[in-house]
């Protein structure tokens, strides 16, 4: 009787043995995934400063700095944008060879593999919401990350009340009104095809520029109102 449930124990165990061998395996594929297997830096140095939102750590790794969008460099042929070469350089005073603080919202990384992040400098400076209150850049909602939305949305109206740096133009009309999308919190011309294919429910419609910005909408893409 002995041998008989030895035998039968046999197949029991050499499926156990494959099981581990299996998440033996699978523990060693995880570790070679990479940095974003193993999560993003929580601090690195800054050793590049491509534009006004956007930072190149020690080791190579690309930072869209989250929750705002500064002016666009030249590209493409296209000039840039007003005071584009002043945001990157503020972005450049604030952090270029410093030590900084990264912190992550819910979505780390965007389509393009680079981390999303607040910075901060070793006083705590939001590196963020400082280039807002600068007027170097304006509030970009982006969700599912908003875990300081307020903070860059206060920074926002000082600036737009003190019309500092881009909004010396940004509050310049050039449509009778505006219309926004409650859910996306995107701002479009009247005509903007985006605009056309809104749900009635989600839009909004705005007299004034600075209405909207007040309130944190960002300008569509498409239609650049």
Known sequence: ?????????????????????LLAGAGLLLNA?????????????VVEVIDGDTLV?????????????????????????????????????????????????RLRYDRYGRLLAYVY???RTLVNAELVRRGM??????????????????AQREAIQAQRGIWLKLLTQDEPYYLGNRRSLRLHRPDCPLAAGMAGGNQVRFKSLK?????GYSPCRSCKP
């Open 137 to 154: 850049a304006r509030v970009y909602a982006h969700d599912p990350n908003a875990s300081h939305r307020e903070t860059l949305l206060t």
């Open 121 to 123: 400098l070793p006083d």
């Open 1 to 21: 009787m002995r041998q008989d449930f030895s035998r039968k124990g046999r197949p029991w165990r050499g499926a156990l043995l494959f099981s581990l061998i």
């Open 57 to 105: 750590l020690a080791g190579g790794l690309k930072v869209r700095v989250l929750g705002i969008d500064a002016p666009e460099m030249e590209r493409d042929g296209q000039p840039a944008d007003f005071l584009a070469h002043q945001a990157k350089a503020a972005l450049t005073g604030l952090t270029l060879n410093r030590e900084v603080v990264l912190e992550c919202d």
């Open 211 to 215: 209405e909207a910005y007040l309130l």
């Open 33 to 45: 995934c990479g940095d974003k297997s193993a999560g993003p830096p929580q601090s690195a140095r």
